[in-house]
């Protein structure tokens, strides 16, 4: 608001136009070099983010009277993991299950999610320390909407494939339910189960990245001498 | 329950576990049918807190398992203590549809042609004097053979036998304190190598009984022949291992020393003591590690004559039954069936008259040693004991058939210190580990041989009668009456938590070279007449879906059961065919047969799956050898 009110009262005598100075405004903020603190938190970010490759990334489970200890399907980074106790395979129990409603099996290798998540992940990393390195803002501002851009198509990369595997059901089934999309997010009753499914550890470090890259250009955001 | 049908209500049925529901549907209806007019009657006699101390909630867990023998019906029982309820049931030497166990190629082979046999003494492996909860041992009175059962997915895993020279194999299955061998023994003396035939009349020279060891490998628990004593031709009834200070012996009782043959219930009770043989295991292992042994039936088998120093005869009050050793291993105890006393003997003075050569006389060369000097100590129990078992008291609990109730007395004191009345005629009876070097006390199962008038008629084939008695305090209390199929001969009691067992065969433990776990992979194949199906069975179909083959056609079916999910069992039964395979989780099961009979015969799962189970069935089409097709 107050930018833009401070825009609309320029004086008009400066031979430059607002916009010509925001956009020398975002420049000189571009070249702004990184304050030994922001070095410091991107670091951090970056270390934060390793146990996006080790912890999952989401956690689903579903309990109903058959299954009291719930049928547990974990997605990382770089796999998908049914729950594997002695009596039981979990990701077998549950494609077994979906059969009856003509969904196709939740099969590992049908996501090529597995292959390119962790590799992206690296990537930002890498850029981040190069930011870091570099000590430029710009390159710092690149990694942070490259991020944005990362996290955001993902969540609905991952929402669409549930999407799809809801709405793509073998007509022949025996069992016909109306197309529908899988919870992503929160508790909710389905059939005769209940369904949870909630972020993980990965997840979370995914999102700690992102405020702590949207930090160090926050503690940047005057120009500093380093 | 309420929510699954709420949402039905609302058509709600979503995603996952829609079949999940149609399940819970099924089960809710079943139980619904089951529901038959409410038990009203409370115990008698005020008897709330017995029905407190044996009662085990819905959902919780028995504290022990209860192993006992199904004697003829060839099945070993599970149950569990205190709750006494009926589990399972494991079948060794009988076919039992239920679990289509003898009807695959496998398990029929293990059958060896037998259509029973008779289960008589689970044995449960030990360590160091313990259970370890690996495998359970069973012996076959009626054809001589000793079975694995392997506690990690209760089931027969190896049946020896019949067992070369042994006949009646009833002197079975007590394992020695690390499970090295499991006894074997003859309780029906044949003239030997078996097939070689003797007048009866001969019956004193020319037959022989056998004393053994089944030797059983420490890691698979592969059981092999093992060690045999050649001995007279009494009747070696039951045996048990010794343990602590009497580790090495085995010991077991004989009837029948009279060598008398014709009515032996006359004939075989005419002297005043029988025998138990006292064998040194150790020493007749080395013997056939020397070579001291000969050639009978294809058996290394020791003669005791030509190589002294393995077997002793103790005398002991005539018809004895039972040989129990006390859990320090100090004493032996066994008793004449038609007695009012047991006696302890000392394994001790044992040893001590065997090295003094105390001997009172012989038989066929074996060294009989004198009551008076091995007997530690004579009880007063009651008439007719047949069986002791220990608690971790130092009691002693002695079973009598006659006086049909359980004797409790005290070893070191000798003193008969309770006595509890048992409806009907005990036979064996079983405490908490209570043949182990550890007992436990708590609880004793008594097996009786009767139960009449103790429960809703059912005719003349009656059941037998199994009685949960507490002995946690001074005095005994039955506090449950159970019935039990014929015929619970012995038992084993052993912590819940001493054995760990799977519910599914791991994918990756299937190393069945015809197991196919993709319904893609399932195929008919010919070769000449030879047909061979590699079979899915997922819920809820088998495919290959049909199966097409000529009348004459030899068959084999492979099923893999692909599920990996607790209870998810499929069953495969041909009709008119004799052909039910039941097949776990995980597991593939074979069966061969010659497809005789041409026509169409449906197959399907016999054991409930799904909400389709009922659909999951096919045909097997046998196109007659002629040619001919139905006629319109």
Redesign the interface.
Known sequence: MSTAQESINLPKVESKSWLKRFLLKEYEFFEHSLSLKSRVVILLAVVVLIPAFLFPLWRMS?F????PDG?KLTIYAYQLDGAKT????DL???N??????G?RPLLESEFSEFIWLPFAIGGLMILALRAMVLGKMSKLVDVFVLFTWFGLYSFWSFYHRMYLY?HNLDPQA??K??P?T?PLLGTE?????T?YSYPDIASFALIAFGLLMFLAIWLSRKNSEV | MKRSFSNLDKAKIKWFGAGGLLVALATFGLVSCGQGPLQTAMPAGGDAAAAVASYVAPGAMDEYYLFYSGGHSGNVYVAGVPSMRHISTIPVFAQYPATGYGFDDETKKMLGGFGWGDVHHPSASETKGDYDGRWLFVNDNANNRVARIDLRDFKTKQILGPIPNISGLHGGAFVTPNTEYVLAASRFSVPLPKGSVAALEEYGTKYNGIVSGVAIDAKSGEMSVGWQILMPPFNFDLGDAGKGPSEGWAFWTCYNSERATGKLEVTSTQKDRDYIAAVNWKEAEKAVKEGKIKDIGGVKVIDPKATPGIVYLVPCSKSPHGVDVTPDGKYFVGSGKLQSITTSFSVEKMLKAISAKDFAGEEDGIPVLKYESVKEAEVNVGLGPLHTQFDNQGFAYTSLFVESAVAKWKLGTWELVDKVPIAYNIGHLVSAEGDTVNPDGKYLVALNKLSHGRHLNVGPSQPESSQLINIGGDKMKVIYDAFTEPEPHYSQMIKADKIKPIEVYPQAENKNPNAIWDIKDAKMERSGNNVTVKMVAVRSSFEPIKLEVNQGDKVTIHITNIEQTTDELHGFGLNEYNINIVVDPGETKSVTFVADKPGVFPYYCTNFCSALHQEMQSYLIVKPAGGAVAKK
């Open positions: 579903f109903s009277n058959q299954y049928l002695s009596n039981r395979d077998r129990e549950i077994a299950l979906n059969h009856y409603i969904m809801g025996a069992i339910v109306e529908f899988p009753i389905v059939g005769n189960f369904v």
